[in-house]
Structures are given as structure tokens and as C-alpha cells.
């Protein structure tokens, strides 16, 4: 059974401050989406990381993939309150498509 | 506008009767994934179709079962409803080939 752990689970900052969430897994994926999810919706997508070592940028998000392919990381830069939302890691498996999600973080922004 | 539309927003059944949510994609959205998510947790994987077939299964019963159709819509069937089949239960599509899934906003069932 493949599984990601996300860290931490929960996350409550104040505007301005910086954070990284971790997504760990010992299976490795073929891809790693991250997703933001807001109550009553659906998950969003943010940014898809395909080559072990890729570093995207979105704005004040970083995100990276690791070497192995096994494991991600997201960074934000001076948090803003609008970042508020449960954050959402998932791997994709091409032999089984399969898209397994993270155990999620959860992050709150507080003026 | 997400372009995955899921209907209903809310249901409310009794244990041991049978539901189907149902799923409108994106046109030319030929893969279609259905996922099912309890509080405070991650989406969890049910099954995916693409091109109208069954292509991808998580550890979900058979009393889990769906339907793609070829006008980019989609169906989940719940039999037998359980207590823990309370959840919010997710439609994500994509074009086949492409990574990133678009999703609804889901449907919220409550089992009682």
C-alpha cells in the first residue's frame, strides 16, 4: 500500500511568516501534484513536479521534488492570509493510475 | 468555472439503501477519477475509467461501482450504504495523458 505523510498536520501562522510542508512516502511516483483544498471544495491544483531534483515556482510557493522521486516539499513565502486552506500532496502511479493524496496539512493565516 | 460539475451538492440516505452520485466533465475530458474523502482527512482513491473502462481500482468493495458515458459524464454507485460510507465523495478529470486533475466540488452523503 503506497502511502504519504504529510508534516506537520497542522499549521497556524501569522501573516508575513514563512513555512515548508514536507510529503514523504517510500514509494516512489511518477509524478507529484500539489493541491489546496478550501471547505465545501474540491482540491485545486497548483503545481504538477515530474524530474527527481525539479524546483517550481509559483509566486511566493516553491515546490521541489525529490531526488528519489519519493518525497516533496512546499515552501511559502511571507504568508498571507489568503494561503489559508488544507494542502494536499498526491503521487501518481502510471502503472496502476492511480492518484494517491497525503494525509494533508492543514494551514491557517492569521493577521 | 472548475468545469467538473457533481450533483447532488447533499444527500442524505439510510443505511442499506443504494445512491448514485453523478459527475459532468470537462469536454474532452476523457479520464474521469472518483474519490471519496472523510473529515479531516485526504481523498481516497475509489476507481478511474478511462475512454468508458474501468483502468484503476483502490481498495474499495464491489458494492463501489460507476459508469463513464461518451458524453464526458460519470456515475458512482454505492450499494448496501454503511454508516462509514458518510463522506464527501470527489470527481476529478482530466485529459488522458495529462497530470493534473480538475476537480468538482463534490457531494456531501450522509448515511443515518
Known amino acids: 500500500t503506497q502511502l504519504l505523510e504529510q508534516s506537520p498536520q497542522f499549521l497556524s501562522i501569522q501573516e508575513g511568516e514563512n513555512l515548508t510542508v514536507y510529503c514523504n512516502s517510500s514509494s516512489v511516483f511518477s509524478s507529484l501534484q500539489w493541491y489546496r483544498q478550501e471547505p465545501g471544495e474540491g482540491p485545486v491544483l497548483l503545481v504538477t513536479v515530474v524530474t527527481g531534483g525539479e524546483v517550481k515556482k509559483l509566486k511566493r510557493l516553491t515546490f521541489q521534488f525529490g531526488d528519489a522521486r519519493k518525497d516533496s516539499s512546499l515552501h511559502i513565502t511571507a504568508a498571507q492570509p489568503g494561503d489559508t486552506g488544507l494542502y494536499l500532496c498526491?503521487?501518481?502511479?502510471?502503472?496502476?493510475?492511480?492518484?494517491?493524496f497525503g494525509t494533508g496539512t492543514r494551514l491557517q493565516v492569521t493577521l | 468555472e472548475t468545469g467538473v460539475t457533481q450533483s447532488p451538492t447533499h444527500l442524505i440516505k439510510t443505511r442499506g439503501q443504494q445512491v448514485t452520485l453523478r459527475c459532468s466533465s470537462q469536454s474532452g475530458h476523457n479520464t474521469v477519477s472518483w474519490y471519496q474523502q472523510a473529515l479531516g482527512q485526504g481523498p481516497q482513491f475509489i476507481f478511474q475509467y478511462y475512454r468508458e473502462e474501468e483502468n484503476g481500482r483502490g481498495n474499495f468493495p464491489p458494492r463501489f461501482s460507476g459508469l463513464q458515458f461518451p458524453n464526458y459524464s460519470s456515475e458512482l454507485n454505492v450499494n448496501a450504504l454503511e454508516l462509514d460510507d458518510s463522506a464527501l465523495y470527489l470527481c476529478?478529470?482530466?485529459?488522458?495523458?495529462?497530470?493534473?486533475?480538475?476537480f468538482g466540488s463534490g457531494t456531501r452523503l450522509t448515511v443515518v
Open positions: 498526491a503521487g501518481y502511479t502510471g502503472t496502476a493510475s492511480k492518484l494517491t
Open positions: 476529478a478529470s482530466r485529459v488522458g495523458g495529462q497530470y493534473g486533475y480538475t
